[in-house]
């Protein structure tokens, strides 16, 4: 069968004709309303992505009923979003995508950036620290699969014209940027046409976003084993992503500290869907903090003007916590009792 570069199929296509194929079950008829529901803004935009919308509405769907398929989807995304081969533990993210659906499926089209190559942006997961996006490179001919790719002067704002991540400027001293991490993983594809890589970045703080940019004029597909078969692509590329309702209007609980400290300081303390989050400053880097016995994960961001910068995930989320007025740390260089206070706008 020719390959269709106009309408290429994705994995999403795949896991929905396997499963309407080999299952003898009825499609629901609230999947059904919302099927045709959905074919009829396909004839209104032509660029409405159907199977995606058809399985998410399913995930939805067959996650309080039991049906199998939304086991096939939970596992599509968790593997997509799972970043353990880069040794960091993002288990609160995954699972909030998979169990609460806490992602946005991004409706847009390639963007051609030569004769033979096009992009676009197929998922999106943004809370107050984190922004996760998969971007997925559609080729003509068949990709070999140790070829990976990089965007190398990549650059994201929001609809205020605020900076949120900057390739051409990643450095930590730069006082000016937002304080965050990157890195790109790579995500297995069933296409033989397709690349898709995961960019993650942890910043100090996104808020009132509703409108990402995006804008970049070099991307690079290159070959892990193969240096010689690099190829670079230089065109100016620009288009933007409204963000969804759920994304804007976060139901997050942030804390603050109750006292001051010398020897550190609690920057943000917040807990979101995906996980709770503190990030501090501390002049010595053994400075760290354990909340109860749940399992968490310290970053390191960097240094400057003699202090170190560290964020710590704890992997507890807001369904399974109770509280309060506060939360209790413990400091565990001087065993010392941290308490943070809850701001009550936040619980609003």
């Not at 296509?13 to 008829?29: A, M, T």
């Not at 993002?90 to 030569?114: E, F, L, R, T």
């Not at 880097?285 to 390191?300: G, H, L, M, Q, V």
Request: aromatic share 14%; with cysteine; proline share 2%.
């Amino acid at each position: 069968m020719e390959h269709n570069k106009n309408n290429p199929k994705d994995e999403i296509d795949d896991l929905l004709y396997d499963y309407f194929k080999n299952n003898d079950e009825d499609v629901p008829i609230e999947t059904s309303k919302a099927i045709d529901e959905a074919l009829y803004k396909k004839k209104k935009h032509s660029s409405f992505n159907i199977s995606k919308i058809a399985a998410i509405i399913l995930l939805c769907f067959t996650m309080t009923t039991g049906l199998i398929f939304a086991k096939d989807i939970i596992n599509f995304f968790s593997e997509i979003f799972d970043l353990k081969s880069t040794n960091i533990d993002n288990s609160g993210i995954v699972d909030a995508i998979a169990n609460k659906n806490y992602i946005q499926n991004v409706d847009m089209d390639y963007i051609p950036i030569d004769d033979n190559y096009s992009i676009k942006v197929d998922y999106l997961m943004l809370d107050d620290l984190n922004l996760y996006l998969v971007f997925n490179l559609h080729s003509n001919k068949k990709i070999d699969e140790n070829y990976r790719i990089s965007i190398t002067d990549l650059k994201l704002t929001d609809q205020d014209g605020n900076v949120i991540y900057d390739g051409n400027s990643i450095t930590f001293y730069n006082t000016n940027q937002t304080l965050y991490c990157d890195g790109w993983n790579k995500i297995n594809s069933s296409s033989d046409y397709c690349l898709r890589e995961l960019l993650y970045i942890m910043t100090n703080g996104i808020s009132n976003l509703n409108t990402l940019y995006f804008s970049f004029n070099n991307l690079i597909i290159y070959h892990n084993n193969n240096p010689n078969s690099n190829l670079k692509i230089n065109k100016s590329i620009n288009f933007s992503i409204n963000i969804i309702d759920k994304f804007i209007n976060k139901d997050i609980y942030e804390f603050k500290s109750l006292q001051n400290y010398k020897d550190f300081n609690i920057n943000k303390c917040i807990l979101t869907d995906t996980g709770m989050y503190l990030l501090y400053t501390a002049p010595e880097p053994n400075i760290n903090f354990t909340f109860n016995n749940y399992s968490k994960t310290k970053r390191f961001l960097g240094y400057r003007n003699n202090l170190y910068y560290f964020i710590v995930h704890f992997n507890i989320t807001k369904n399974i916590f109770y509280f309060e007025n506060k939360i209790i740390l413990i400091e565990t260089y001087t065993n010392r009792t941290i308490e943070l206070e809850i701001n009550k706008s936040s619980t609003n």
